[in-house]
């Protein structure tokens, strides 16, 4: 009877030696576990911080960087009175000086007639880039471009029939005539003066304003 006892105890313990090292053994497990999975999300983090800063180093390098074929305009030298006479200007599409007191709507509006030139400058007062074309910019640049400035506040596209170039892009005191919609001067020219340093107004509404929205 002692005998049947004491074997009894043996397998008992047994057992409870065996459940403590499969306890031990899932522990672990878990704590592996555990650890590959806060060292996947700790690398992850330190790589989606790595590639945020580097798109922040790329914008700046790109609003640093000079735009080839840009023209410049002394900016202290455009008038910023609000008139109410006709104002000729010197360039076509204009980028700067006198104009209305009302601006277009510049929040990714884009105008299908032409729009007055008094109030896209007043648009460009207050940090907006504005995008023409004439009637020799191909149907699918003007479609991409449109698409582009529907999506960018500060922005604003409109025709100009009578201007020099087929696309060009206009900010206060600055201008560019580009090749196409893909040329890599929208890009850099949008990174650069969309409420860029050029703005003598920067912050002021583009809403509220002249315009079809």
């Not at 006198?98 to 277009?104: F, G, S, T």
């Amino acid at each position: 009877m002692a005998s049947r006892n004491n074997d009894r105890r043996a397998r008992i313990e047994e057992m409870r030696r065996a459940e403590q090292s499969r306890e031990r053994r899932n522990r672990i497990i878990t704590i592996g576990i555990s650890a590959v999975v806060v060292a996947g999300l700790v690398g992850f983090g330190v790589f989606a911080l790595n590639k945020e800063s580097d798109k922040k180093e790329q914008k700046v390098a790109e609003a640093k960087a000079p735009i080839t074929g840009e023209k410049s305009w002394n900016a202290k030298k455009l008038g910023r009175t609000h008139v109410t006479k006709t104002v000729t200007y010197p360039m076509k599409p204009p980028v700067g000086g006198d104009h209305n007191q009302v601006w277009m709507n510049c929040n990714g509006d884009v105008y299908k007639e032409p729009i007055p030139d008094m109030n896209a400058v007043h648009s460009l007062e207050h940090g907006a880039v504005w995008v023409t074309y004439n009637d020799k910019a191909p149907a699918a640049d003007v479609t991409k471009l449109g698409e582009k400035v529907k999506k960018t506040p500060y922005t604003l596209m409109s025709p100009v029939k009578d201007q020099s170039g087929a696309i060009m892009l206009s900010a206060w005191g600055k201008q560019v005539t580009v090749d196409s919609a893909d040329d890599p001067r929208v890009n850099q020219f949008f990174t650069k003066y969309v409420q860029g340093t050029q703005t003598p107004e920067p912050g002021a509404a583009c809403t509220n304003g002249l315009g079809a929205k």
